[in-house]
């Protein structure tokens, strides 16, 4: 029968372009590798190009089994799809899928890359679940806060920021006093007291972030 990708699969499919694909080895153990040419086909298959992926082609040529997890980093939030992986290495269907990456976002089909493509995966996807990191478990959670604190914390790291922990551990690092400065409060102790509440409320907030993912 197949599953149908929703609209919201297919976004997340397309906007994180990285997915990582896990095939089975004749032996029987995981072969898992990333593809960041990963793509929507249609309604019912995901696509992606051989560019550097033997273990993945072998595996799939002898046992066509496949999952794909996609998850965007910052909402720690995804979809995994299973499935069946069919390698198209020439033909008229290997001609339109390379005329559908041509032209489009993914870096390796610019220009010389093109030539790169030994062939793309196309897969029919069986079934298709969402993935949520066990932080929304806790009610005081939402996507908006998960995405706020993973969004700064990638930032930092980004930075090659060695405060950033110091931040976190120094609730007045930032004097003059935040509450004080955003016109919250009128006196300086408010200040201290209303800046030490948030500082606490933070420091919870991110445990629970870190504790369970
Ligand atoms: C971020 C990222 C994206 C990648 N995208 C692709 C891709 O779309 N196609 C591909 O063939 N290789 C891609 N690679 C390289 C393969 O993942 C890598 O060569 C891997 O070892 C292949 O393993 P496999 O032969 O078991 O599939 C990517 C690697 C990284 C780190």
Redesign the pocket.
């Given at each position: 029968m197949g599953a149908k990708l929703t609209a919201d699969m297919k976004r997340v499919v397309v906007e994180q372009r990285?997915a990582f694909?896990a095939t089975v080895c004749p032996d029987g153990t995981p072969?898992l590798?990333?593809?960041?040419?990963?793509s929507v086909w249609d309604d019912n298959h995901l696509v992606?190009?051989?560019?550097?992926?033997?273990?993945?082609?072998t595996n799939l040529r002898k046992n066509p089994a496949v999952e794909i997890n996609v998850v965007d980093p910052f909402a720690r939030k995804g979809y995994r799809f299973k499935g069946t992986g069919e390698v198209i290495v020439d033909g008229e269907l290997f001609q339109q899928i390379m005329n559908f990456y041509r032209g489009r976002w993914v870096d390796?089909v610019r220009s010389k890359s093109e030539a790169r493509i030994r062939g793309f995966v196309l897969v029919k996807v069986e079934s298709a679940l969402p993935l949520t990191s066990p932080a929304y478990d806790h009610t005081s959670v939402d996507e908006q806060s998960i995405r706020k604190h993973w969004i700064s914390y990638f930032a930092a790291l980004n930075e090659g920021s060695s405060d950033y922990r110091r931040r976190e551990s120094f609730p007045f690092f930032n004097f003059p006093l935040e509450s004080r400065r955003n016109g919250m409060v009128d006196t300086v102790v408010e200040a201290l007291i209303l800046d030490l509440l948030e500082w606490v409320t933070k420091r919870e907030r991110d445990r629970t972030y870190e504790e369970v993912m």
């Open positions: 990285l694909v072969n590798s990333p593809k960041g040419t990963i992606f190009a051989d560019i550097r992926s033997p273990g993945t082609i390796a």
